[in-house]
């Protein structure tokens, strides 16, 4: 039997999250959260291959690290097919940064699935998009892990991966117990997320039975804290400034357009390296 | 005396054709280097990587700490991390500079994390403080601010850099760089993964990051359909498409064409904006281009203050008007 974790993040469904501009804060509590898409390529990956092994063959548990709003993203997993939903999720926890993400997860996955036999994560998630969870859990478990798979395929007791890597194709292989992280930006639509059935979620949710543990459940120390362990502070935040004299054009679009390439065609004609005709009163045109 | 302080560039040689990240790294390590009185140093692992390692000293490496051995003839991401932690352990640069190809990403926290120490992905600008500490730029809360990281009670200080973010010094051959050869160490582990195959498979279309005049679409063009016409425009300015990631996400375009931090930077002569809000993740690519046209329906948005030419108006009119325009103006 192959017990997959699947590490799943909650992120915000916008990128751009509504920002005030007279008080110069993020109006945080606005935005509505989703599955971070890279880690649904991760459960849709741990769906494929778990379907492809006989009956009862494979389990799937999706873990999340995060504020009690991430319930909902455990019931989405087991609507679309995992076995198990644990949140991990406590005060103490916020503020963690990826290496203290990773020592989190690493804690759960060790002492409590220690039968674990493949670990999957999105490559990258939308919101930070650091890319360093899943390299960073691998340290802390200390398996093997192979990076942006784009095809997975059990051989044996092994672990196949295939990947593109900076114009690199690459097959890897493993064994398990392993860690992949799945390809936020392939092409190839092999991991393309299922969606959810139709009354899926509510049927998850009445089943009822996500696993909430906190810092003490998991046997976190009690002066555990993630923000103050982070190696690195934030020492200020800044709006980008613009420096160029800009001008603005109004007004109806074929002035604009013909201001456009009177005044400046002659930039864009050696742009082009072709010869434009720019000033109208020339009696060019 | 004083022990030097050493700012570290990990030499990511394997795509030198198709990224020079290191050397550019390298030129930013020099301007750092110079304000806290540092020496930068590359380190480079692989089998035979001389070559490399002259490279690098003629592009602002004054050492070079070389493991050259056929053991690392394959990029191996847990050997390269191993080796690289034995190495900062035993020479304890302040500073360790990652390019963001994909194996640096793999490469980078893995290191931080044996090392627990921070690192910042993704840095749009490195620079130093009053107290000598190196101040990480990168792009936080959604693209709408930079955020100021330092890393104040561990070392090194860790950060990653897109390619193209910074610009490489000039080829140098009188430079002058020592070369510190490093053995294997005993207690290398043997490979856990294991490369069954390796090929080179250049990713199609690159032109956009070399092409004169790029053209930027963002969710105002509105439509795929309507997108397409950017196409047009671009075949009659010999333009290269690109987009924001709302339109590749909303698959109008395939994500070849990203521009920004996550997709490709770019470095025309001309660039003509459509549609285009201008958070910091896309215009962290833009910093190079020479001219800008932004077209926008909002004269406040970003992309707007950061254009020469900032038209307010419907994107989809104005890219039909200029098409029109150029049918007349261009000189065959
Ligand atoms: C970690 C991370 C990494 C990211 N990396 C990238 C990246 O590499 N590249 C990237 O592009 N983005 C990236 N993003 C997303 C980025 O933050 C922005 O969300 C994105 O660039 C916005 O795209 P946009 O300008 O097309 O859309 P929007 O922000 O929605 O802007 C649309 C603009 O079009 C204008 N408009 C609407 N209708 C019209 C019309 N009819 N005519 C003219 N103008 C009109 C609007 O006024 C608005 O300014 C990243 C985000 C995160 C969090
Ligand atoms: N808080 C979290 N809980 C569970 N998994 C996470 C969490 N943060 C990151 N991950 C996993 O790590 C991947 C990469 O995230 P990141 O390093 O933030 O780019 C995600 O796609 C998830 O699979």
Not at chain 2, 209 to 215: H, L, P, W
Request: hydrophobic content about 40%; proline content about 5%; charged content about 25%.
């Amino acid at each position: 039997m192959l017990h997959i974790i699947v590490c799943i993040k909650q992120v915000p469904m916008v990128s751009e999250l509504p920002w005030d501009a007279k008080t110069g804060t993020l109006k945080r509590e606005t935005a509505q959260g989703m599955m971070d898409p890279s880690a649904r390529r991760a459960l849709e990956a741990a769906l494929q291959i778990k379907a492809g092994m006989g009956k009862n063959q494979a389990s799937i548990t999706a873990v999340s690290m995060g504020p009690p709003m991430a319930e909902e993203i455990l019931y989405e997993a087991k609507a679309l097919g995992a076995d198990q939903g644990v949140l991990l999720t406590d005060p103490r926890m916020a503020g963690a940064d990826t290496c203290m993400t990773a020592f989190i997860l690493g804690k759960f996955i060790t002492d409590h699935c220690p039968d674990a036999g493949l670990i999957l994560c999105g490559a990258m998630s939308s919101d930070s998009e650091t890319a360093q969870v899943g390299p960073q859990l691998a340290e802390e478990l200390d398996i093997p892990a192979i990076g942006y798979a784009r095809r997975l395929e059990l051989v044996h007791d092994c672990i196949r991966v295939e990947r593109h890597v900076d114009d690199f194709m690459e097959l890897m292989e493993m064994d398990l117990p392993g860690l992949v992280t799945i390809d936020h930006a392939d092409e190839s639509d092999l991991y393309t997320p299922r969606y959810v059935p139709l009354g899926g979620v509510e049927a998850a949710f009445n089943a009822g039975d996500i696993r909430i543990m906190d810092g003490t459940a998991l046997g976190l120390n009690k002066d555990f804290n993630a923000l103050t362990s982070s190696p690195t502070k934030i020492i200020d935040v800044y709006s980008p400034v613009t420096r160029k004299e800009n001008r603005v054009l109004t007004g109806a679009v074929k002035k604009m357009v013909d201001t456009l390439f009177d005044d400046y065609g002659k930039i864009i004609s050696s742009a082009m390296g072709k010869d434009l005709k720019t000033h109208d009163h020339e009696g060019d045109v | 005396m004083s022990v030097e302080k050493q700012i570290w560039v990990w030499a990511d040689y394997r795509n030198y054709f198709q990224s020079r990240v290191t050397l550019q790294i390298l030129a930013r390590a020099s301007v750092l280097a110079e304000k806290t009185n540092a020496t930068v140093c590359a380190v480079v692992f692989g089998d035979q990587v001389d070559a490399y390692v002259k490279e690098y000293i003629a592009h602002g490496a004054q050492k070079v700490y070389v493991t050259d051995d056929p053991f690392l003839k394959t990029y191996n991401v847990a050997s390269y991390a191993f080796l690289l932690t034995a190495l900062v352990r035993r020479f304890a640069p302040e500073t360790l500079l990652i390019g963001a190809t994909r194996f640096g990403q793999e490469i980078a926290p893995r290191v931080a994390k044996q090392l627990e120490t921070g690192l910042t992905a993704d840095c749009i600008d490195l620079d130093i403080d009053e107290n000598g500490q190196l101040v990480q730029k990168a792009p936080s809360f959604g693209g709408n601010l930079v955020a100021k990281i330092i890393t104040p009670d561990t070392r090194p200080q860790m950060a990653t850099i897109r390619p193209g973010t910074f610009q490489e010094l000039p080829h140098d051959d009188e430079a002058k760089g020592e070369v510190i050869p490093v053995p294997l160490p005993d207690t290398m582990p043997s490979p856990r993964v294991r490369c069954l195959k390796s090929e080179l498979h250049p990713a199609r279309a690159r032109k956009i990051e070399t092409a004169d005049i790029v053209i930027t679409g963002g969710r105002g063009m509105g439509s795929k359909g309507k997108f397409r016409k950017l196409f047009d425009l671009a075949d009659l300015l010999h333009a290269e498409v690109g987009a924001t990631r709302p339109v590749v996400y909303a698959d109008w375009v395939s994500s070849e064409a990203l521009v920004g931090q996550a997709g490709k930077h770019i470095r025309p002569k001309v660039l003509f904006s459509f549609g285009v809000s201008g958070a910091i993740q896309h215009t962290a690519a833009l910093a190079d281009a020479r001219f800008i046209v932004a077209v926008n329906k909002n004269p406040n948005a970003t992309m707007m203050k950061l254009a020469d030419v900032a038209m307010v108006a419907d994107a989809n009119q104005v890219c039909s008007g200029i098409i029109r325009a150029l049918k007349q103006r261009i000189r065959d």
